[in-house]
T-cell receptor, first 111, second 113 residues
Framework: GDSVTQMEGPVTLSEEAFLTINCTYTATGYPSLFWYVQYPGEGLQLLLKATKADDKGSNKGFEATYRKETTSFHLEKGSVQVSDSAVYFCALSLYTDKLIFGTGTRLQVFP | DAGVIQSPRHEVTEMGQEVTLRCKPISGHDYLFWYRQTMMRGLELLIYFNNNVPIDDSGMPEDRFSAKMPNASFSTLKIQPSEPRDSAVYFC???????????FGPGTRLTVL
């Protein structure tokens, strides 16, 4: 079935380091892809999305490119801040009403 | 605009008691989703509604769980009787029919002693 696989965390970085969180998907068609972020004590909120191959989603310095050939949607940021510490979820939507989420990756950024 | 509203934010109860969680979706959204989040199982979809009608309840763990949506602006998730293994954060999310982006509420942290 359709699924999302994320790298296990936690990812621990120093402030201003480069961030990559890997996400790959399995789907029978061409899904829409999402990154959601969950800050401590809060609900999930949409960070960025892409709806077709080669689209790049971007927001708050984060970027992710929809790669059909590698079925990937890796999240990147050039310079992380302490305030980026959160759990990041990759998700897909394909011909249904539902989102399929990955297991989440915890990011910890230290000053 | 107000986002998704959930109440209560925290609930502590004893095993065997009835628990009712409440959700008010964003006005105009016609889909509503209930999720449960635990360390062990991650984020699980329990049930979702479209136009107040339950569409898929395959994620509801057992008969102790029930959900209703009596109108477009209100939904409840009820657990009766509650058990310690029900302790989790329960999220409600909504979306409009024109988009696939879901908007989450702040969650209800349930602790069953």
């Amino acid at each position: 079935g359709d699924s999302v696989t994320q790298m296990e965390g936690p990812v621990t970085l120093s402030e201003e380091a480069f961030l990559t969180i890997n996400c790959t998907y399995t789907a029978t068609g061409y899904p829409s892809l999402f990154w959601y972020v969950q800050y401590p004590g809060e609900g999930l909120q949409l960070l960025l999305k892409a709806t077709k191959a080669d689209d790049k989603g971007s927001n708050k310095g984060f970027e992710a490119t929809y790669r059909k050939e590698t079925t990937s949607f890796h999240l990147e940021k050039g310079s992380v801040q302490v305030s980026d510490s959160a759990v990041y979820f990759c998700a897909l939507s394909l011909y249904t009403d539902k989102l399929i989420f990955g297991t989440g990756t915890r990011l910890q950024v230290f000053p | 605009d107000a986002g998704v509203i959930q109440s209560p934010r925290h609930e502590v109860t004893e095993m065997g008691q009835e628990v009712t969680l409440r959700c008010k979706p964003i006005s105009g959204h016609d889909y509503l989703f209930w999720y449960r989040q635990t360390m062990m199982r991650g984020l699980e979809l329990l049930i979702y509604f479209n136009n107040n009608v339950p569409i898929d309840d395959s994620g509801m763990p057992e008969d102790r769980f029930s959900a209703k949506m009596p109108n477009a602006s209100f939904s409840t998730l009820k657990i009766q009787p509650s058990e310690p293994r029900d302790s989790a954060v329960y999220f409600c999310a909504s979306r409009g029919g024109w988009t696939d982006t879901q908007y989450f509420g702040p969650g209800t942290r349930l602790t069953v002693l």
